[in-house]
């Protein structure tokens, strides 16, 4: 019986881990070919697997009217720690492992941007840097390993307004008429951005900001049909419009383009349909969506590193081996810090969750700070 049991036990343990209870596995899966879509793109084999960022923005925006504006009371306490306890910790794990392995040995140049990216992306303000440093489809973005969390710094952002806006709902009659004129106005400053050329736009709250809405106004929004047929195909062709978006999106179709609408539509549908029965054609990827966050944080400063290393590009199965690099580092952090300090959170008391936070938010000021002085000193003049 003993043999037995320990097995048992590290099963039920991934199985906790892994496959968590509580949670919509269709939606795991949605974010799972959200992540390997970017994933796929930054290896270079897909051209449009941009699309992944549109998926995770509109789930999201979904998640979060959920707490905001679906939960009466609101409880801005419970939201703020949840959201610093998700994103936070692997962040700041990430940026201090890769900066204590790169920083020392790049050129002075790319250290004083790299350090300097980096402090910005602490105060969720990545965005920004971006926007006024590089182009994120550039030869040159693959110098800056910590490029991709202007999308991290878009989602904090967004929270921060999401929060106004449900400290004052009490004050508001038509909330509804809120949501919609957010989401038609952030459209129309994309659409203006797209005719003006505007590119830095693609790191824009204000081009993105319809994209998180339209994953919010689901909550207000009649249920669709529920004949297993329709909803069967619906389902099904949102996931092959995703696909195809993927596959022949080009970066002319990113964001602020209006082909976004598509991705960000397909993905509306597939939240709207729960109880699909072609929902199976996601599922299967929900191991993967569980560990989105950590995926997304850990791949692009692997390909980075394999192009500060590696004597050649890394292509075919080069590639796939720094992906899978990346993908062991993302299981670590998500097993060993993500998970553990979202279970802290869940367990802790109100009064130690609290200092927790603050002790996050302490830890972050301090990297981002010290970053913030190494850049200074290493900027070329």
Same mark, same amino acid.
């Given at each position: 019986?003993? !043999?037995?049991?320990?097995?048992?036990?590290?099963?039920?343990?991934?199985?906790?881990?892994?496959?968590?209870?509580?949670?919509?596995?269709?939606?795991?899966? +949605?974010?799972?070919?959200?992540?390997?879509?970017?994933?796929?793109?930054?290896?270079?084999?897909?051209?449009?697997?941009?699309?992944?960022?549109?998926?995770?923005?509109?789930?999201?925006?979904?998640?979060?009217?959920? !707490?905001?504006?679906?939960?009466?009371?609101?409880?801005?306490?419970?939201?703020?720690?949840?959201?610093?306890?998700?994103?936070?910790?692997?962040?700041? &794990?990430?940026?201090? /492992?890769?900066?204590?392995?790169? +920083?020392?040995?790049?050129?002075?140049?790319?250290?004083?941007?790299?350090?300097?990216?980096?402090?910005?992306?602490? &105060?969720?303000?990545?965005?920004?840097?971006?926007?006024?440093?590089? *182009?994120? %489809?550039? *030869?040159?973005?693959?110098?800056?390993?910590?490029?991709?969390?202007?999308?991290?710094?878009?989602?904090?952002? %967004?929270?921060?307004?999401?929060?106004?806006?449900?400290?004052? +709902?009490?004050?508001?009659?038509?909330?509804?008429?809120?949501?919609?004129?957010?989401?038609?106005?952030?459209?129309?400053?994309?659409?203006?951005?797209?005719?003006?050329?505007?590119?830095?736009?693609?790191?824009?709250?204000?081009?993105?900001?319809?994209?998180?809405?339209?994953?919010? /106004?689901?909550?207000?929004?009649?249920?669709?049909?529920?004949?297993?047929?329709?909803?069967?195909?619906?389902?099904?062709?949102?996931?092959?419009?995703?696909?195809?978006?993927?596959?022949?999106?080009?970066?002319?179709?990113?964001?602020?383009?209006?082909?976004?609408?598509?991705?960000?539509?397909?993905?509306?549908?597939?939240?709207?349909?729960?109880?699909?029965?072609?929902?199976?054609?996601?599922?299967?990827?929900?191991? &993967?969506?569980?560990?989105?966050?950590?995926?997304?944080?850990?791949?692009?400063?692997?390909?980075?590193?394999?192009?500060?290393?590696?004597?050649?590009?890394?292509?075919?199965?080069?590639?796939?081996?720094?992906?899978?690099? *990346?993908?062991?580092?993302?299981?670590?952090?998500?097993?060993? /810090?993500?998970?553990?300090?979202?279970?802290?959170?869940?367990?802790?008391?109100?009064?130690?969750?609290?200092?927790?936070?603050?002790?996050?938010?302490?830890?972050?000021?301090?990297?981002?700070?010290?970053?913030?002085?190494?850049?200074?000193?290493?900027?070329?003049?």
């Amino acid at each position: 019986m003993q !043999s037995f049991s320990v097995p048992q036990t590290g099963k039920n343990s991934l199985q906790a881990l892994f496959f968590p209870a509580g949670r919509r596995r269709d939606i795991d899966g +949605l974010r799972g070919l959200a992540v390997l879509l970017v994933m796929f793109f930054h290896a270079g084999w897909i051209s449009g697997g941009f699309i992944g960022v549109d998926i995770f923005i509109v789930i999201s925006g979904y998640f979060m009217g959920r !707490s905001a504006f679906m939960q009466h009371p609101f409880q801005p306490e419970r939201f703020v720690l949840r959201r610093l306890y998700r994103l936070v910790p692997a962040l700041l &794990v990430m940026i201090c /492992v890769v900066s204590a392995g790169m +920083l020392w040995w790049v050129l002075q140049s790319d250290r004083s941007d790299i350090a300097q990216n980096g402090a910005y992306a602490l &105060v969720y303000l990545s965005n920004i840097w971006a926007s006024h440093h590089v *182009g994120y %489809f550039e *030869g040159q973005s693959i110098a800056y390993p910590f490029l991709h969390t202007w999308s991290l710094s878009l989602e904090m952002q %967004f929270y921060c307004i999401i929060f106004l806006i449900a400290l004052l +709902l009490p004050l508001l009659r038509y909330r509804q008429v809120l949501l919609y004129a957010m989401l038609v106005a952030s459209f129309g400053c994309s659409l203006y951005a797209a005719h003006a050329g505007n590119h830095a736009a693609y790191y824009s709250i204000l081009s993105r900001l319809w994209e998180f809405s339209l994953g919010t /106004v689901i909550w207000v929004l009649p249920a669709l049909p529920v004949s297993r047929l329709f909803s069967a195909l619906c389902y099904g062709a949102s996931v092959a419009a995703l696909l195809l978006c993927a596959v022949f999106y080009d970066l002319t179709d990113a964001c602020p383009s209006a082909m976004a609408l598509v991705p960000c539509v397909a993905t509306m549908l597939i939240i709207m349909l729960p109880q699909a029965a072609s929902r199976r054609l996601i599922e299967p990827l929900s191991p &993967v969506g569980v560990i989105s966050y950590s995926l997304y944080l850990w791949h692009w400063p692997a390909i980075v590193l394999a192009a500060y290393l590696l004597p050649f590009p890394a292509q075919g199965l080069s590639m796939a081996l720094v992906l899978l690099g *990346g993908a062991f580092a993302a299981v670590l952090s998500y097993a060993g /810090v993500e998970r553990p300090m979202l279970d802290y959170e869940n367990r802790a008391l109100p009064a130690a969750a609290q200092r927790g936070v603050i002790i996050l938010i302490m830890m972050c000021a301090m990297v981002a700070l010290s970053l913030a002085g190494l850049s200074a000193v290493s900027r070329v003049h």
